[in-house]
């Protein structure tokens, strides 16, 4: 495995430092500049809520970016101090009004990781139980129930573009099937 590029600088740019600027030193003697995004916050959750064995609950909700109503999995920032599953069963709360009583960290998932350092966490959330918190969304989210076995499907649909959702997905199916 390739040693790491040495870390000679870094400049932060921008009114929150949110922005910065890494001079690095490869391996073989070159240098260069890279320009990165630093995630801001505590970090984030994306989670894939198993009602029943072989579906998934998605919500849809406004996407400002894309300016239209996308259909993916729920997600959410975690609150200072608060931990990841934590963090996943509020949102999940919030968003779809269930909790979950098992609770798994599958992995983290990068964005951009070319050049952004955000992740997200994906967690598996089973045996659910109705529980409603509220949350900061400006309307109550649809909860559209979703089969495993027909993501062919969802991949394709216009309104599910959301790539993290969408790989979170196929990571769940996986994990799903190689239980016994």
Do not use: Q
């Amino acid at each position: 495995m390739r040693p790491l590029p040495i870390i000679h600088g870094r400049e932060e740019h921008g009114s929150e430092g949110r922005r910065e600027v890494i001079d690095l030193e490869f391996s073989n003697g070159e240098r260069r500049r890279y320009e990165r995004l630093k995630s801001g916050g505590h970090g984030s959750v994306i989670i894939a809520a198993v009602p029943e064995p072989g579906t998934v609950l998605l919500i849809r909700e406004y996407a400002a970016g894309m300016h239209r109503y996308e259909l993916g999995l729920p997600k959410g920032r975690m609150d200072p101090g608060e931990d990841v599953l934590d963090a996943a069963n509020r949102e999940l709360k919030e968003e779809v009004g269930f909790g979950a009583r098992k609770l798994t960290r599958l992995r983290s998932i990068s964005l951009a990781p070319t050049y952004m350092n955000h992740e997200i966490h994906l967690v598996l959330a089973e045996d659910l139980y109705p529980e409603r918190l509220p949350g900061d969304e400006p309307e109550e989210l649809e909860v559209v129930p979703w089969r495993l076995d027909r993501l062919h499907e969802l991949m394709l649909l216009e309104d599910c573009s959301e790539g993290r959702s969408l790989a979170a997905l196929f990571i769940v199916r996986e994990v799903l099937g190689m239980r016994p």
